[in-house]
């Protein structure tokens, strides 16, 4: 099993940047990607950033050139650098693996991030 933890999340104003950790734990060795999703109230959950365990990167187009994803090496955390931060990215933040140990994804239990207007 995979065990997820996000931390980070906070009330910014517009501009202000943010950012969030995913601290893994347990079978670290199976996970294939880790990644960021977000939901906002009434709206679906969307993925926002994800990395392999060979550090390829992507982004949602809404989100790039504003944040950033990123691990170290070995990896047992995964940090989302949020800069230029607008309203429409408030929302919970849940951290995400998916592993070779079974096809659904293991989840965290998110984090709140808030951006005043």
């Known amino acids: 099993q995979v065990q997820l933890v996000e931390s980070g999340g906070d009330l910014v104003q517009t501009g202000g940047s943010l950012r969030l950790s995913c601290a893994a734990s347990?079978?670290?060795?199976?996970?294939?990607?880790l990644g960021w999703y977000r939901q906002a109230p009434g709206k679906q959950r969307e993925l926002v950033a994800a990395?392999?365990?060979?550090?390829?990167?992507s982004l949602a187009d809404s989100v790039k050139g504003r944040f950033t994803i990123s691990r170290p090496i070995p990896w047992n955390t995964v940090y989302l650098q949020m800069n230029s931060l607008k309203p429409e990215d408030t929302a919970v933040y849940y951290c995400a693996a998916e592993t070779r140990l079974r096809a659904a994804p293991y989840w965290g239990q998110g984090t709140q991030v808030t951006v005043s207007s």
């Open positions: 347990g079978s670290i060795s199976s996970i294939n990607v």
């Open positions: 990395i392999s365990s060979s550090g390829r990167t």
